[in-house]
């Protein structure tokens, strides 16, 4: 592991004790069955690039299951049945061309220390995608938290629902969802806070526009 790595895991315990990761997993429990699992066939593949602590991809229902992050302590969180890739999100040379049906991204972009790498992440997925296949972003959004964005040190480049938007299209995506205010900016806000409170909030969307600060986006690969 890279000095990086081990300051970055370090970095993460610290943020995020055993009881705050539990409470974490079984929020995005809900998060998949009741929200994501909409944007997901049974039969899909698919990859989740910066899976971290394999929260969504433990969880999501479908065919083939792949996390790529270059931690390789990753391989600890993820289940039996996950491929775990450690390489670079702008160059997964284990994976070829038009081979996965759905990428998804959460709370991962602005930790790239640049909009090119960003770009060049996008451009990956696209590489990897079948045509016809998704990718699926839930990003915190500085229009609506412009201080709170950087109260977390490692976070490097500003986005907003409109500008990821745009690097989508730069990537070959057509932009399929927007949503600009999606969820709270963290599971460490005072709403929600618990699986129950989860299913409501998703269940309500009137109150995304109150609570909601992170965007959520959906880019296809045109047929």
């Not at 049906?101 to 909009?115: A, I, Q, R, T, W």
């Not at 079948?130 to 109260?151: A, H």
Request: hydrophobic share 40%; proline share 5%.
């Amino acid at each position: 592991m890279s000095e990086e790595s081990k300051l970055l895991k370090n970095l993460y315990e610290a943020r995020f004790d055993k009881d705050a990761q539990i409470k974490k997993n079984e929020i995005w429990k809900v998060l998949c069955s009741d929200f994501f699992q909409k944007f997901v066939k049974r039969t899909d593949t698919v990859v989740d690039i910066g899976a971290g602590y394999c929260e969504f991809i433990n969880h999501i229902q479908c065919s083939h299951k792949i996390a790529v992050d270059l931690n390789p302590d990753v391989a600890e969180r993820a289940n039996a049945d996950i491929k775990v890739i450690n390489e670079s999100c702008t160059q997964i040379s284990s994976l070829a061309s038009n081979s996965v049906d759905c990428v998804f991204m959460s709370n991962f972009l602005e930790h790239l220390p640049s909009k090119e790498l960003v770009l060049s992440t996008l451009r990956e997925s696209q590489r990897i995608l079948k045509p016809g296949g998704r990718v699926m972003i839930l990003q915190p959004n500085i229009r609506f938290l412009p201080g709170e964005y950087w109260d977390y040190f490692d976070h490097h480049t500003a986005l907003t629902d409109r500008s990821l938007a745009e690097a989508l299209v730069l990537a070959g995506f057509e932009v399929s969802v927007c949503i600009p205010r999606f969820l709270p900016y963290t599971t460490k806000s005072r709403l929600p806070q618990s699986p129950w409170l989860v299913a409501l909030y998703l269940r309500l969307p009137f109150f995304w526009r109150f609570l909601g600060k992170q965007a959520f986006l959906v880019g296809t690969v045109p047929a």
